[in-house]
């Protein structure tokens, strides 16, 4: 039977493959699913695959946090979304951090049968790296976070609820204003009496540090 | 938190872009077309309805909230694509086939024109990467679209409940016995499973003995490297009866496809020319498909008495 053949290229090439696939993704917040504080308020421009793309706004609290919100139009599944996570620092030791997200996202599906959903999440995530961009403005600085989120969604046509569990690997680079994040999901949705369904996205971001008064 | 500047243009600028990604979708409704594109020639027809026009049409289905699912179908039709209902008659018979791993619809394109030729519906789930194990519940939606159609899509009392049948080949075989088995409340039983160069998946021998009383198909090819002949014959021995194993003889793994390149790749190439196994296995298939959905049997016997097939377990 022809599936993919064990071994470790297979495996990447089968991920990559599904990062890249039209009806996969993944849907908590992404703005605020990494393990650092960010520093200034960001502006950001999201892209990715499988078709998606959006806009967000970080907003830090100096190092004690940041809320994230983000609209995000999913093309393959024509799909809108809007969500908002609030990223909560656990831990920090020298380059090593930790942070829990919480978060929500709500749904519009205006295409076929009008449906509405609503979602909550939380994440958990530990990484490593350099320091924001506000302590040193005029370096480069990097940053990779490792994570897990889960969440429990609900919608108006058919109940559901769908659980969806990621693991994220998120990168991000600060070089004065400019802000460039990468995040790849990918996890699998639960819900009762269905098969489960495999996800995955890769996202791009792009983001700009706004002036502050 | 510092308030970020730009107050009222910003609030301008987000107010558009929610606006325009909450209305960007609704742009572009989903498929349910009342009409598909004429299937071109019929080319090597070895259905009984040679001659009869093809339609294909692919349709999105709303599915899992937020996901849309693509499903292919093939359908006798008239020369503007519009499906030939039976006249006051039950509908027609509809075979529900699942792709091979990595191998696209497409690659079936052949099966299902010489099913549907044969005076049957048929439809193609499409799965993210061409694998239906990531999303098996593609099936499910599938056969719900055949079941319930949108209403005023060519679909519309298209398909005899009771005559709809799964199948796939290889990897799409073992998510076809998945679905046979996702048996929904008040939903009729599939009247046929059809297992090309596949067996069902070990994790799902506790569940086999409730398709008993459903006609099976385990169609083997006979120079098959990917599943190979005795590992069919090995794991079709769980399927309760009635079921057949019937053996393409000559043929190998992709010679169920359209594309018959990927056997030589593999050093496996047949020395069966790939319209003789195309004719082969469309034979077999539809003789069972009909006995199956016919009379409740296997159609051993017929399958026996065709050129290149040979019965090994009744």
């Known amino acids: 039977v022809s599936a993919p053949r064990p071994g470790l290229p297979a495996a990447l090439l089968a991920a990559l493959l599904l990062l890249a696939s039209a009806p996969a993704r993944a849907e908590a917040p992404v703005l605020t699913a990494t393990s650092h ?59 090593f951090d930790a942070a829990l997200q919480l978060g929500g996202t709500a749904y519009l599906v205006p295409v076929g049968r009008l449906d509405a959903g609503l979602g909550a999440h939380a994440g958990l995530f530990g990484g490593f790296g350099g320091q924001p961009s506000a302590e040193s403005p005029a370096g480069v600085t990097a940053h990779v976070s490792l994570g897990v989120q889960a969440g429990a969604e609900v919608f108006a046509r058919e ?20 802000w460039l994040g990468l995040t790849a999901r990918g996890g699998l949705d639960l819900e009762p009496a269905r098969a489960a369904t495999y996800r995955g996205e890769a996202l791009l971001l792009l983001g700009w540090t706004l002036a502050v008064r | 938190m510092r308030r970020a500047s730009g107050g009222g243009g910003a609030r301008r600028a987000w107010a558009l872009a929610g606006l325009l990604l909450a209305l960007g979708p ?160 008040g939903q009729a039983p599939v009247a046929a499973v059809a297992l090309l160069a596949s067996y069902p998946d070990p994790a799902d021998a506790a569940r086999l003995p409730s398709l008993a009383g459903t006609p099976t198909l385990a169609l083997a090819a006979e120079g098959d490297c990917q599943a190979p002949l005795a590992v069919v014959r090995e794991r079709s021995a769980v399927l309760p009866a009635p079921t057949v194993l019937a053996v393409v003889e000559g043929a190998a793994h992709f010679q169920f496809t359209g594309d018959d390149a990927p056997d030589a790749a593999r050093g496996c190439a047949s020395t069966l020319p790939l319209a003789e196994a195309h004719a082969r296995i469309a034979s077999a298939l539809l003789t069972f498909l009909e006995a199956a959905v016919d009379g409740g049997g296997t159609g051993a016997e017929a399958l026996e008495a065709l050129p290149g097939v040979r019965v090994e377990a009744p």
């Open chain 2, 26 to 185: 609704a742009g572009c409704g989903l498929a349910q077309p009342q009409a598909g594109t004429v299937a071109p020639g019929a080319g090597r027809t070895v259905a009984p309805g040679a001659g009869r026009t093809v339609a294909a049409a692919r349709f999105e289905v709303r599915a899992r909230h937020t996901d849309v699912v693509e499903v292919e179908v093939l359908f006798p039709s008239d020369a503007a694509g519009r499906p030939e209902r039976p006249p006051g008659g039950p509908g027609l018979p509809a075979l529900l086939f699942v792709q091979g791993g990595g191998v696209s619809v497409e690659g079936y394109r052949w099966l299902a024109e010489e099913v549907a030729r044969a005076g049957w519906v048929v439809a193609l789930p499409v799965h993210p990467l061409d694998l239906a194990i990531f999303a098996v519940d593609n099936g499910r939606v599938a056969r719900e679209l055949l079941l319930a159609p949108p209403a005023g899509s060519l679909l519309e009392g298209l398909v005899d409940p009771a005559r709809l049948t799964v199948g796939g080949h290889s990897l799409g075989g073992v998510v076809a016995v998945k679905l046979a088995l996702q048996q929904q409340a």
């Open chain 1, 37 to 95: 504080p960010d520093t200034g308020p960001r502006v950001v421009v999201l892209a990715g695959l499988p078709a998606q793309g959006g806009v967000g706004l970080l907003l830090p609290d100096g190092g004690r946090g940041a809320l994230g919100v983000e609209l995000v139009g999913q093309l393959a599944g024509r799909v809108a979304e809007a969500r908002a996570g609030w990223q909560l620092p656990l831990a920090r030791a020298g380059l």
């Open chain 1, 159 to 178: 109940l559901g609820p769908r659980v969806p569990l990621r693991a994220v690997l998120a990168g991000r680079v600060v070089s004065g204003p400019l």
